[in-house]
Every structure is written in C-alpha cells, then in structure tokens.
C-alpha cells in the first residue's frame, strides 16, 4: 500500500511544521504498512475526510473501514537562492522531486515573537520569492497555495489556520484534487469497507490492481454500482436484483464514488 505525497513547502517561519503537526493528528491508526513513516519523522500518512465512506460505513456497520490516504512531508529549508545551494538548497530541491504536488504555504499571521525572514508579512513577495526557486530549479509540479493566518485574503488562495488545524480537512480533500485522485470503495464480505484512491481515467483492470494483484490477473468482469444508487437502495443483493449493478470489462473508466465487487478468476 502506498499513498502520493504532498511536500509541504514555503519559507522559514511561514507555518509548514506547525500544519505537518497538524495533519498528523490526521494521521492513520496504522502506518507499519508505509515503513519510511516509521524512520522519518517528517513524513506523514494522513487519513482523506470522506463523508460518502461514513454513509456506508453507516449503512453496513462493517467491522472494519479503511480510509483513503495522501502522505504529507514537511520539506525544510528554502529561501532565496536555494538552486545556488543557499540555507539547504539543493538538500531541499531533492526532496522536492520525488514528490508528487506541492501545497505551498504563505505566512498570513502577524507574530513579533516569530521573525520573518524577510521582515515582514507580504503574501505576494513571499509567494513569489518561492515560486522563483522552483523555476530556477525547473521543477514543474501542480501547486496549492496556502495562507497561514492573517486577515489579508486571496480569492484564489486556500486559508488555514496552522496552529489550531482550522482549514485543514479542506487542505486535504484539495492535496487529493491536486494529485488527480478519485475515490472509489469495496465492500468485502460485508465487514470491510474499504475507500481507494485512484488517478482520475483509471480503468477497471487498474482499479483491481489496487486492491489485490490477482484480481487484476484473473480479471473477469467489474460489477459496478455509483454510490448515491446504491446508498438509496441500501443492500447490494437488493441492488443486483433492481438491475442497478452495471457488469463492466477491463477497460471500463471508473468514476469518482463507484462502488465495485471484482469478479476475478485465481
Ligand atoms: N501566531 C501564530 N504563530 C504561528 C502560526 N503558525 C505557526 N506559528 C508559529 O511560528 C513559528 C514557526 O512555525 P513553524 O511551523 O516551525 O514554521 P516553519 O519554519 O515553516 O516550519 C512557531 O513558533 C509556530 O508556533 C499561526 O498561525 N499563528
Ligand atoms: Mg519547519
């Protein structure tokens, strides 16, 4: 099981350690399956707030329910002139690059007991001053953008409130957007439920890959039902009998919210 990850990246004292502990609290009960979470402090594996995945949960009262995630890492070490090796620069341009988006984080609060490395609180020179590096670096990864604290706002900016976690479930569910992911669930048995993410245009094949590598191999057929149909119905057998279960092959393109049961062969 692996989760694409998120740097959390931004100038010294703008907030990025102060949210990584944040969405920590996020974190899932069990991450011995993501071993490089156990030897680096910096990287967490945080749980995807899914309201649909309570309706089931819900409906079903399975005995387990196994959340979809995106692993944050909080990346230190930038300031201007990083791709000339200023502060941490080219330790930091590395980790840069073996992650799949950007949440990119702007100092919004006023603080005189925290110093500014640049002197003073300005979003947009600040935004810009990282942006540059990045540039320079050529690294070209998509990018949220987030206000830590602050009255000032930009429309087209996400705000969060690092230090009482305010703002970030919303941070989450738009780190997923950004990685192109789209959700959808399995049902096994009855007792697990269980959300996966999976890039927007996956096909059915793809999707059974996720879950178990022989369901992929010995892929029959994909029963496939969207989560509102199913939810209104409350009870797959039901479901199936009302015609409502489609029968999808290997190439059928899931949508975000399908319910699936993989029909495979061993
Ligand atoms: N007043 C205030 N202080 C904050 C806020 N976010 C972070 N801080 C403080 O700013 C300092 C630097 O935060 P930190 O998360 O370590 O910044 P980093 O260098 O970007 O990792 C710490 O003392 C935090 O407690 C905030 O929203 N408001
Ligand atoms: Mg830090």
Not at 34 to 58: H, M, Q, S
Not at 89 to 105: C, P, S, T
Not at 131 to 147: C, G, Q, R
Request: charged share 25%; with cysteine; aromatic share 8%.
């Amino acid at each position: 099981m692996s989760s694409l990850s998120c740097g959390i990246i931004g100038l010294p004292n703008s907030g990025k350690s102060t949210l990584f502990n944040s969405l920590l609290k996020r974190q899932i009960a069990n991450v011995a399956s993501y071993p490089f979470t156990t030897i680096e402090p910096n990287v967490g594996v945080v749980e995807v707030p899914d309201e649909r995945l309570k309706k089931l949960a819900d409906l079903l009262k399975p005995e387990k329910i196994v959340p979809a995630t995106v692993t944050f890492i909080d990346i230190a070490g930038l300031v201007k002139n990083a791709h000339q090796g200023e502060g941490l620069g080219n330790q930091f341009l590395a980790k840069i690059r073996e992650v799949d988006a950007i949440v990119h984080i702007i100092r919004g609060f006023e603080d005189e007991t925290v110093p500014h490395y640049y002197g003073s609180i300005n979003l947009k020179r600040d935004k810009e001053i990282v942006d540059l590096e990045l540039e320079m670096a050529e690294i070209k990864k998509p990018t949220l953008y987030v206000v830590n604290g602050g009255k000032e706002s930009q429309e087209e900016w996400l705000k969060v409130d690092a230090k009482s976690g305010e703002g970030v479930d919303e941070l989450i569910k738009k780190a997923y957007e950004l990685l192109g992911l789209i959700t959808f669930y399995t049902i096994k048995g009855g007792q697990e439920i269980t959300a996966w993410a999976l890039k927007n245009g996956s096909t059915a094949l793809e999707a059974a890959a996720k879950v178990h590598e022989d369901m992929a191999q010995g892929f029959i057929k994909a029963e496939v039902i969207n989560f509102n149909d199913f939810v209104n119905i409350g009870d797959w057998h039901q479901a199936k009998n009302l015609g409502k279960v489609g029968l999808e092959g290997k190439e059928y393109q899931v949508q975000d919210g399908d319910v699936i049961e993989f029909k495979f062969n061993v």
